[in-house]
């Protein structure tokens, strides 16, 4: 608790200045004709999720509630709030302006939690911190134990915050499993409650793999759900939270239409796919989009040189730089491929060790930056001293040094087995560096292949040797430049930005609000 929090504000009110009158001057009676003036209130739309960039980000959800509130905020017809934990590891330069409003306390089962309310305005956005240090003051976001009674606090928190500040959204946008139990509880505790009857509920889907599964018997005990409503929440003989939540919003998203399509198939739901398609009806996929402000190689101070797409000279700039920092041979001429990644399976590394020493057999340099399985990091390293001087792995997440790489490289490889959006394919383009994916999830929505007159390269199946072939087309069209530099053109000059997709998601809400 703050010890030294401010009272909240008394909401006092001063009385305007009123036009002086001359006394004793009668004046003739003046008949006053009054405007009909409509004023449309409005709409508030509050993001619950467990993560928001700037603050705190472990992966892409929180890129999209950081510039998907940014964007419609920007439109004056929006109340955009935000409510996330307050972490532990939230980033200092924020946290010492954010303002103490004061706390609540959260009934969750037999515990009665304190809960203290923090805001923060940004961008026209309020972010709202909800804080308790037992839950909260730990290092990372996700990966302890009580994570279900954790977020669920943080769900009920949410609920009880809305009553503290008197804000009731119109919308309501839950993001993935661990925000899915505040969906749950509009629906069923609070929403006997007048002034919560009327807020819809959105829930969307980062990835279908994490839904938030746990054993029934703790129901009632851990998340503070009665037994009678557990047809909401049972599937396979558990909680699934992903599961509840979207038998409980009026309409629930993807991020991206093609993965919207594929977690009716069992082959990327993850189990899930017969609830996904008897509530397909209220699906919807929007594609996620990238901030062209915060990546934007013109200002990008993390870069060796700037440069734009109409000036490229500081992109040659940027790949020499990075050959001579990582070790590699200074060529211009040869071609860099990288990869920015989790090393985990479903991101297309088996394809990868499968022929990526084929590939080597040309001209060609190798850069991989990220961490995972230990089965992959040993693979990599071992794979960059066998090769010294043509491949480079760096088993770490460094933000600063993957900038310096979507500048530097020249190809993005990302041949992912399933991908719900991706945001590393549209970053990579933004800084010139054309995109190699399979076709899947959101990879197919943004990059569309170059022999359609498209900007990037793309194929189909989930084969070794398909992606070799494309890489070695990738290959060939890099060499012939004025081709290349017309490829490069198209990639930089692609949409990408969170414009048409925030009215996609302004399209969605308002259908729910009529």
């Known amino acids: 608790m703050n010890e030294n929090a401010k009272k909240r504000g008394t909401g006092k009110q001063e009385m305007p200045d009123l036009p002086a009158v ?8 003046v008949k006053e004709e009054k405007a009909a003036v409509t004023v449309e209130a409005k709409k508030k739309i509050l993001f619950v999720a467990s993560e928001a960039a700037p603050f705190i980000a472990t992966g892409g959800l929180a890129e999209v509630i950081g510039s998907l509130s940014k964007a419609l905020a920007h439109n004056d017809k929006y109340d955009v709030r935000v409510m996330i934990p307050l972490y532990q590891d939230i980033k200092k330069e924020y946290r010492k302006d954010f303002k103490f409003l004061g706390n609540t ?57 809305m009553n503290f500040i008197g804000f009731y959204p119109d919308v309501m946008h839950c993001h993935d499993w661990q ?31 994490y839904q938030g ?12 759900i009665s037994y009678h409503f557990r047809n909401l929440v049972e599937y396979d003989r558990c909680i699934n939270l992903m599961k509840g ?6 309409c629930f998203s993807t991020v991206s239409p093609t993965y919207a399509q594929e977690i009716k198939d069992p082959y990327y739901s993850h189990g899930l796919d ?6 397909e009806f209220k699906l919807r996929g929007i594609l996620n989009g990238i901030d062209p402000e915060y990546y934007d190689p013109a200002t990008d101070l993390s870069l060796f ?157 989930y084969n070794a040797y398909d992606m070799l072939y494309v890489i070695n087309e990738a290959i060939g069209v890099y060499h012939n430049r004025e081709v ?11 949409d990408f930005t969170w414009a048409s997709s925030a009215r996609c998601y302004e399209e969605m809400y308002l259908g729910l609000l009529k």
């Not at 001359?22 to 009676?29: D, H, M, Q, R, S």
């Not at 599964?213 to 503070?224: T, V």
């Not at 939540?245 to 009026?250: D, R």
């Not at 990644?341 to 060609?364: F, N, S, W, Y």
């Open 22 to 29: 001359e006394v004793g001057k009668a004046e003739a009676p």
């Open 105 to 161: 306390y959260v009934a969750l089962s037999w515990r009665n939690q304190y809960c203290g309310i923090f805001e923060y305005q940004q961008d026209n956005v309020t972010y709202y911190f909800l804080d308790n240090e037992y839950y909260f003051k730990r290092p990372g976001c996700y990966g302890y134990y009580d994570d279900g009674e954790r977020f669920a606090f943080f769900c009920r928190g949410v609920m009880e915050t």
């Open 179 to 209: 925000a899915a139990l505040a969906a749950l509880y509009l629906k069923t505790i609070y929403c006997f409650r007048p002034e919560y009857q009327f807020i819809r509920a959105v829930f969307t889907i980062h990835n279908i793999e």
């Open 213 to 224: 599964k746990y054993s029934l018997d703790i129901l009632e005990d851990l998340f503070g």
């Open 245 to 250: 939540a979207i038998e409980c919003c009026e």
């Open 274 to 279: 017969p609830i996904i398609r008897r509530n």
């Open 305 to 461: 040189q700037n440069y734009s797409v109409d000036d490229m000279a500081g992109k040659a700039v940027c790949k020499e730089e990075l050959q001579r920092m990582l070790n590699l041979p200074v060529r211009p001429d040869t071609p860099v491929i990288a990869m920015i990644t989790r090393l985990v399976t479903h991101k297309g590394l088996d394809l990868v060790k499968e022929v990526i020493e084929q590939a080597l057999r040309q001209d060609i340099q190798f850069i991989l930056l990220g961490t995972g399985d230990s089965s992959y990091e040993t693979y990599f390293s071992d794979l960059a001293r066998r090769y010294s001087g043509k491949v480079v792995s760096i088993i770490s997440f460094n933000s600063d040094l993957s900038r310096k790489i979507y500048a530097g490289a020249d190809l993005f490889l990302m041949p992912s087995k399933s991908e719900p959006c991706g945001l590393s394919q549209m970053i990579a383009s933004r800084y010139g560096t054309v995109a190699i994916v399979r076709e899947t999830g959101g990879l197919k929505d943004s990059i569309t292949p170059f022999g359609a007159g498209g900007n990037g390269f793309t194929f189909h199946d």
């Open 484 to 494: 290349w530099s017309n490829l490069v053109h198209k990639a930089m000059t692609t």
